[in-house]
């Protein structure tokens, strides 16, 4: 109603060379990983399960009679449990933005997705490294101290034990980001971390139904029996019977889930509305 | 700036945006008018490059959204009242999206300060009322103290102290030169706060003038009238140069002629006049003019 000035005042600043980029992504999104409670909670599971069951199914093998075959990974059998916990924290790391509307905000600051995706991978992917090769360790030291003196003890020096414990915590923060990955496809909580669980139990179910020849084609490439080679001190090419990979390479095939995941999840990212 | 050009959106078979052209000039308050539905957001979306036109381009001076080099610093967007996750404090939220951008720390506070959040910024979001999740939706668009601030529907949830507050907001940041684009369902609203009008219909461009025009285009042409006998009425209203709309009582909407024209050819027809009321309301303005493209209104 008021009549425009015909010389309006020009609005004149100086932005800063460069541009938003990942190292920016990454303060962001390491602000936005510890600000939200589901990620203490998360982790916390990830400790109980991991530390908890260890020292329950450990101290289970007390005072029995008879040395225990690899009782490192009995030590380990909650790590098992732990990806769920490390899968759900990835998932809600990217589903709890599209749920709540959040991603439009992160989007508005960080308009081009593969930064935003490739920022929370490396925070999540981090952050569950650190975590697991702490609680690989921790536990195990737990876990030897528990079978000190029994017919089952085991030491850090034992053939393999180093080799399980490394790859434990790498096991784990891949688990992380196929959940991450997972998430930024399907958008939705409820439906990545079913599709998670999917991944992980279901496929096994499934597949022990199938002819023998399927399951020895494919089972050797399931998350859970990778898993299962990375938690165990030596798995001569065999897992009750089927063949597996090594761990490392196992390890590999894994990575490769993870980044398909997420590299799919960019691209859809692009082409899709927010 | 804001120039868009041929702006379409579709979702399957409808059409949100339809070949949508517009114009938004710094150092004024546009406002983007037009009932629910009309398809503001989803333009409000495809500025910031939430989500992609099916054809047609809109730029920010001249550049697209996905190509700007600090984002939040260049436009500062307010998308519907909650695009924040709730479990997180206000500052936490404005902070991370500071560090998106290299903003300062001090920034969030200030900003907090300007929308009068301070004293709750460690409270989770999800705790906050409609209005202060508002505010602090505001207060994420004022961060990067950008060039360009785009609102969609900012009064929202705001009590009347609110409303007055982002008024005055709004006229001091165009009064500095930026551009101001905000998106209102509400005529009255926009009349006291805009100097320039977009006004969509079902995704269509109705019209672009200044609110002045619009307002003085509106305000003195329609009449509700009421006569003895009306059935000749509306052809001598036609002959006479105006248009009239004869409702299902026999009222009739009459524009193109003043009050006096009216009365005078009742009296020269030898009619009665029981009723000559002048339909002065903005709202019946802007309802006239997206009368017939409110997708989902009630039957009159």
Redesign the interface.
């Known amino acids: 109603?008021?009549?425009?000035?015909n010389a309006?005042?020009?609005?004149?600043?100086e932005?800063?060379s460069?541009?938003?980029g990942l190292r920016?992504?990454l303060?962001?999104?390491w602000?936005?990983f510890w600000?939200?409670?589901?990620t203490p909670w998360s982790l916390f599971a990830l400790i109980v399960a991991t530390i908890g069951l260890g020292a329950l199914s450990t101290n289970a093998l007390h005072g029995q009679p008879f040395a225990f075959p690899d009782p490192t990974r009995r030590i380990l059998v909650g790590f098992n449990l732990g990806q769920f916990a490390i899968g759900v924290l990835g998932v809600m790391f990217i589903s709890?933005?599209y749920g709540?509307?959040?991603?439009?905000?992160?989007?508005?600051?960080?308009?081009?997705r593969p930064v935003v995706v490739a920022a929370k991978a490396i925070v999540m992917g981090g952050v569950s490294l650190v975590v697991g090769e702490i609680l690989s360790f921790v536990t195990f030291f737990m876990g030897s101290a528990i079978l000190a003196g029994t017919q089952s003890h085991v030491s850090i020096g034992d053939s393999g034990v180093m080799r399980v414990l490394v790859e434990s915590g790498i096991y784990l923060a891949l688990m992380g980001l196929i959940g991450l990955g997972l998430a930024t496809i399907l958008r939705n909580t409820a439906g990545s971390i079913a599709t998670f669980a999917g991944l992980v139990l279901i496929l096994t179910l499934l597949l022990s139904a199938m002819p023998a020849s399927i399951i020895n084609a494919v089972s050797r490439y399931l998350p859970a029996n990778i898993g299962a080679t990375v938690f165990a001190v030596s798995t001569p090419g065999r897992l009750q019977g089927t063949p597996v990979f090594s761990s490392q390479v196992g390890l590999v095939i894994l990575a490769l889930y993870a980044l398909v995941l997420l590299c799919g999840g960019c691209i859809l990212m692009i082409?899709r509305?927010? | 700036m804001i120039k868009a050009r041929g702006l379409t959106k579709r979702f399957g078979d409808v059409v949100a945006v339809n070949d949508l052209s517009f114009d938004v000039e710094p150092g004024r308050v546009t406002g983007f008018l037009g009932p629910n539905g009309s398809g503001k957001t989803t333009t409000m979306s495809m500025i910031m490059g939430l989500d992609r036109p099916t054809s047609g381009s809109v730029t920010i001076f001249d550049q697209h959204y996905r190509d700007l080099r600090w984002p939040l610093r260049e436009v500062g967007g307010l998308l519907e009242a909650r695009a924040i996750h709730p479990g997180r404090s206000a500052r936490s939220h404005l902070w991370s999206l500071a560090q998106y951008n290299d903003i300062a720390k001090s920034r969030v506070d200030e900003v907090l300060e300007i929308v009068g959040l301070s004293a709750v910024s460690r409270k989770r979001v999800g705790k906050f009322s409609l209005g202060m999740g508002q505010r602090l939706g505001i207060a994420a668009a004022l961060l990067g103290d950008p060039a360009v601030v785009l609102l969609d529907e900012p009064v929202n949830g705001l009590d009347p102290e609110g409303i007055r507050w982002m008024r005055t907001l709004c006229k001091s940041l165009a009064g500095e030169g930026r551009t101001v684009f905000i998106s209102s369902h509400m005529m009255a609203e926009m009349a006291l706060t805009a100097d320039q009008l977009v006004v969509i219909g079902q995704g269509r461009l109705i019209a672009e003038m200044p609110v002045a025009d619009f307002v003085a285009r509106s305000s003195t042409q329609s009449f509700r009238v009421r006569v003895a006998s009306s059935e000749s009425f509306p052809d001598a209203v036609q002959k006479a140069g105006g248009t009239a709309l004869v409702e299902v009582d026999g009222t009739m909407t009459i524009s193109g002629m003043d009050a006096q024209a009216i009365g005078d050819l009742a009296l020269s027809l030898g009619v009665a006049v029981y009723e000559l009321t002048a339909l002065a309301s903005l709202e019946d303005a802007f309802m006239e003019l997206t009368g017939g493209s409110v997708e989902f209104g009630a039957a009159r």
């Open positions: 109603m008021t009549a425009v000035s309006p005042v020009s609005f004149e600043r932005l800063p460069g541009r938003a920016q992504a303060s962001a999104e602000t936005k600000s939200v409670r589901s709890a933005e709540t509307g959040q991603i439009r905000s992160t989007l508005s600051a960080m308009p081009r082409r509305d927010t």
